[in-house]
């Protein structure tokens, strides 16, 4: 493991204080998860960016949803890695003081074992009626596109223009307002609102850390930055910040 180190501040406020993780893409990349969203990978010839609107799904469901088979497949198929199972054990330890907030749509954190989580994009593993609105859990990957309503089921993800699911961006930012360190991690901070948390906090007097081995959009106004992918990064905070670590 390549070596990594924290300012006395970040782990004295991860010791003692309310914690905020705002995850992104690069830490399902570390599981080898294409994300897409604003990516210049293509899918099949297509840029994945148009497939992600609610216009192509009216016009084109069908391959709307064999986008959508193909990435609930490969999430299924792959692990959560040491970043993950790092913020698993952070929520273990620290319980109320801790929220998790991702931008990611597969699923490996609540796999890593996270329950206190705000998913800003929602999840491939929610299905929602696009007549009825009725939305479940569905981890089946054959499972029907039908409601029980006669409706087209869709995933329940957040595609480009459409709004943040209800509460979640407001309970991200009332948290982000509260913390004593917000640790953002393997995001490019180009996507909006997401990518003001860090500055709520900060200007709420919130320490604020950025895990990225590239610079990005925020790389100048954060208070502390770590040049190294989350799988090394958060294991080592975590336990750099465990009780009766020096
Ligand atoms: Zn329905």
């Known amino acids: 493991m390549e070596r990594v180190s924290f300012s006395g501040t970040a782990i004295e406020r991860l010791r003692s204080g309310r914690v905020l993780v705002l995850t992104g893409a690069g830490v399902s990349a570390e599981s080898g998860l294409a994300t897409f969203r604003g990516e210049g990978g ?44 790092a913020l698993a ?59 029980r309503c006669g409706g087209r089921r869709r995933p329940g993800v957040v595609w480009f223009g459409e709004p943040l699911p209800e509460g979640a961006y407001e309970q991200a930012a009332e948290a982000a307002a509260r913390a004593d360190i917000v640790l953002v991690a393997g995001t490019s901070s180009i996507v909006y609102p997401a990518a003001g948390l860090p500055e709520i906090g900060r200007e709420a007097g919130a320490w604020t850390v950025e895990i990225n081995p590239e610079r990005t959009a925020i790389s100048d106004r954060v208070d502390e930055r770590v040049p190294a992918a989350s799988g090394s990064a958060l294991p080592a905070l975590v336990e750099a910040s465990s009780p009766g670590a020096d």
């Open 42 to 85: 293509l899918w099949e010839g297509r840029d994945p960016v148009e497939l992600a609107t609610p216009e192509a799904f009216r016009r084109d469901p069908k391959t709307v949803w064999r986008f959508y088979t193909e990435r609930r497949e490969k999430a299924a198929q792959a692990s959560p890695n040491a970043g993950h199972r």
């Open 89 to 147: 054990a952070l929520e273990e330890a620290l319980g109320e003081r801790f929220l998790l907030v991702t931008q990611n749509v597969d699923g490996l954190h609540e796999r890593a074992g996270n329950r206190r989580i705000v998913r800003l994009h929602g999840s491939l593993w929610r299905l929602r009626c696009t007549r009825c609105g009725d939305e479940d859990e569905d981890l089946d990957l054959t499972a029907s596109h039908r409601c």
